[in-house]
């Protein structure tokens, strides 16, 4: 019998979507299967603080499910490069640049990937301006603000005046030191996955967001019991094609690796499309977008799961 691998699945930590992250990890640890791992928790409190110190000799390779700030962001991953272990996603770069809202849209413009008209400013700027409106005025209402690195929806707001901007700003600011005000456009919020190395990557067929309001907040996301996608997604096969032509194109500008899903917004009044977001790591909980585009895409799961380890495992070796 072959020995099964040591898979330590990595969650929890000091982020506002600690919770998320433990509902990702729990459905990761009930899905590997276990005739070919052997997996176990590995839960960092809300203080940063390890139940146990990791080491090469601990783990054979390690499923990273945090998401936002320390686990989200290159820090993981940077200390797993430093132990030496294999670990599945994005490498250190990739995940700092995909968190980070700012560089993110810094290397789609460079790459020529079409997004949405946006601001952004610290929280010194954002003190000492003496109107608001000078710093948001080459948008239009509506806009939604959000904080540069963060993600689950957490501390974002719809605006449509200089009184809410105010409020939505100061809670930005209370996550991030960073903010982001993206201009609002009518579209249909569009999902895709991405599978594979950073050469040759595959997609997932597209799904659709439900959005049941003006935008998918995070109770929409993680505490409701409505259905939040549609997928697979009927679309035009133009639109079909340049999806998921722009999600590889997302992927290879922040160098991405192993996993990824990229957000859409299409025009309903244009038909253009423009990448809202890649986030290098996807909710994996039991209603994850993510897992549910590769299911329809003929990759259930437990499969899913296994070639992402495959390709931690490949890239250790390289």
């Not at 935008?215 to 133009?238: F, G, H, M, N, Q």
């Not at 590889?248 to 922040?254: E, K, L, M, P, S």
């Not at 994996?284 to 549910?292: G, K």
Request: aromatic share 8%; with cysteine.
């Amino acid at each position: 019998m072959t020995e099964r691998l040591r898979v330590a699945v990595l969650a929890g930590g000091p982020s506002a979507e600690h919770e998320v992250s433990l509902q990702s990890a729990q459905a990761v640890l009930d899905a590997l299967p276990r005739d070919l791992y052997e997996p176990f928790p590995i839960i960092v409190d809300r203080l940063g603080r390890w139940p146990l110190e990791l080491r090469p000799e601990t783990a054979d390779v390690v499923f990273p499910v945090m998401h936002g700030p320390f686990g989200e962001d290159g820090v993981i991953q940077g200390h797993l490069e430093t132990l030496g272990i294999p670990y599945v996603g994005c490498g250190v770069l990739a995940s700092a640049v995909g968190m980070d809202k700012v560089a993110m849209r810094r290397a789609f413009i460079a790459e020529g990937i079409p997004v949405t008209e946006h601001v952004w400013f610290t929280g010194r700027e954002w003190r000492v301006t003496m109107d608001p409106w000078d710093l948001v005025k080459s948008l239009d209402w509506p806009m939604y603000v959000k904080p540069a690195n963060l993600g689950s929806s957490i501390g974002v707001s719809r605006v449509g005046s200089v009184e809410e901007l105010r409020v939505a700003v100061e809670l930005a600011l209370t996550y991030d030191r960073v903010v982001v005000v993206e201009q609002g456009v009518r579209a249909r919020e569009l999902v895709c996955g991405v599978l594979g190395d950073h050469d040759r990557p595959e997609t997932s067929v597209p799904g659709e967001l439900m959005v049941p309001g003006d935008w998918l907040d995070y109770e929409a996301k993680y505490l409701s019991t409505a259905e939040i996608a549609l997928i697979p997604v009927e679309l035009p096969e133009r639109v079909e094609e340049e999806v998921r032509e722009l999600s590889v194109r997302a992927y290879q500008a922040i160098g991405g690796y192993g996993v990824a899903r990229v957000d859409f917004l299409y025009e309903r009044a244009t038909g253009r499309l423009y990448v809202l977001e890649i986030n290098t790591m996807p909710g994996f909980t039991s209603r994850s977008v993510y897992a549910r585009t590769w299911q329809a895409s003929g990759v259930p799961y437990p499969d899913l799961l296994r070639r992402l380890i495959d390709l931690a495992l490949a890239r250790s070796t390289s």
